[in-house]
């Protein structure tokens, strides 16, 4: 626990300054996170991947994100890296089929990280640190009230520690760090408390994806870049599923914001 937090104290400061100061600082520090998540992915399948594919491809992806490009730029991407990865496989092990979880890894990992950079570019820092707040209080409440009173077992297939009493606990969390920071950026007090459920519940599901992925590769952590936590996956497998809900909600649904 003390390793844990002392990395908590180091990173997080580190992490969110690179949010509010934007620009070139988290577009370095994303690539470098989509760069780590891909080498996990990676590592996840014995380094049987294509670093031809997975960095250009990735980094690519961002990089589109960062440009803001149409529609129609985004599917001649699509379909340039699609048939570049296949035919890298027919090539290489003659089983295309085999190798499209690096097409998986490049969504997971850099399409899901870019909605960082849109929702923080195109609704400020106040919106990017409610989806961050909000997911780690989800995390917070979720560990300390199912230690507490968990004994439901939520998903026992899927990740054995988790119960549904932390589950709501995580919800209860985020319900009251939204109540505080609607009071504090003068806020719809019920929209963002109903947000926080929404986003609560699909960081909770994004925990258990990534805890099927690796009980699936039969690993216990996607890495040990960060002492206490595991990987980047490890670490950001909630927020990945709660950055484009929330770009969704306010680029869609004007009254929340």
């Known amino acids: 626990m003390a390793t844990r937090i002392l990395t908590a104290v180091l990173g997080i400061p580190i992490f969110l300054a690179a949010i509010y100061y934007s620009g070139i600082y ?3 520090g994303l690539a470098l996170l989509v760069f780590l998540g891909l080498y996990e992915f990676n590592r996840m399948y014995q380094g049987q991947g294509y670093w031809d594919y997975l960095i250009p491809a990735g980094l690519s992806l961002l990089l589109l ?5 149409d529609h129609s730029f985004l599917l001649v991407w699509f379909v340039l890296q699609l048939m570049y990865l296949l035919i890298r ?5 003659r089983r295309p089929l085999s190798q499209m979880w690096q097409m998986a890894a ?6 899901l990280f870019s909605f960082l950079w849109l929702l923080n ?10 989806g961050i707040l909000v997911t780690w209080a989800t995390d917070t409440g979720a560990y300390f009230l199912g230690l507490a009173f968990g004994k439901t077992k939520l998903a026992p297939a899927i ?4 119960t549904w009493e932390g589950s709501l606990g995580g919800i209860a969390a985020a319900c009251a760090a939204a109540v505080i920071l609607a009071l504090v950026f003068e806020k719809s007090v019920f929209h963002l408390a109903l947000t926080a459920v929404l986003l609560s519940t699909i960081g909770q599901t994004g925990d258990l994806v990534e805890s099927a992925m690796k009980r699936e590769r ?4 996607s890495g040990k870049i960060l002492p206490g936590h595991g990987g980047v996956l490890d670490r950001f497998d909630s927020l990945l599923f709660v950055l ?3 770009y969704f909600i306010l680029k869609y649904i004007p009254v929340f914001a």
């Open 244 to 246: 484009p809900v929330l």
């Open 159 to 162: 990740s054995p520690k988790k």
């Open 218 to 221: 039969e690993i216990k952590d």
């Open 121 to 130: 570019h195109e609704f400020g820092f106040i919106w990017s640190l409610f």
């Open 89 to 93: 496989a027919t090539f290489t092990t």
């Open 106 to 111: 490049v969504f997971y990992v850099a399409g």
């Open 65 to 69: 994100a960062y440009t803001g490009v």
């Open 26 to 28: 988290l577009q370095i």
